[in-house]
């Protein structure tokens, strides 16, 4: 191969895309054919959030949380209270064994 025939569009797109390049390319064509669809399953079990939907946000399909955050009293999901938080910091909560195996 010699200088002349070096063609730089060619060379930055002969390498095969990643997986994460080749899920993100999947939510925008198949997003542009399902613009009503919040979210879309790729056929390896990943949700992709389709870029080209533009109704009101919805929350992940496998998300057991329901609600925002906002609302009196609710808290985000794994939101631990802040006095348990503190026994945590000062040794209380759990007993320490000596004997690790590790």
């Known amino acids: 191969m010699s200088w002349s025939d070096y063609d730089e569009y ?9 997986p994460a390049e ?3 390319e999947f939510g925008w064509n198949a997003g542009m054919d399902r613009p009503e669809e919040a979210w879309l399953l790729h056929d390896w079990d990943v949700w992709v959030k389709n870029p080209h939907y533009a109704g009101p946000p919805v929350p992940h399909p496998e998300s ?5 955050y906002e609302e009196e009293g609710v808290e985000p ?3 631990d209270s802040p006095s348990r938080a503190d026994e945590w910091k000062s040794g209380g909560a759990a ?8």
Do not use: C, K, Q, T
């Open 77 to 79: 999901p794994g939101f």
């Open 64 to 68: 057991d949380w329901e609600g925002p």
């Open 22 to 24: 080749a899920v993100a």
């Open 95 to 102: 007993e320490m064994d000596d004997d690790i195996p590790f």
């Open 10 to 18: 060619e060379e930055r797109n002969s390498r095969l895309a990643s």
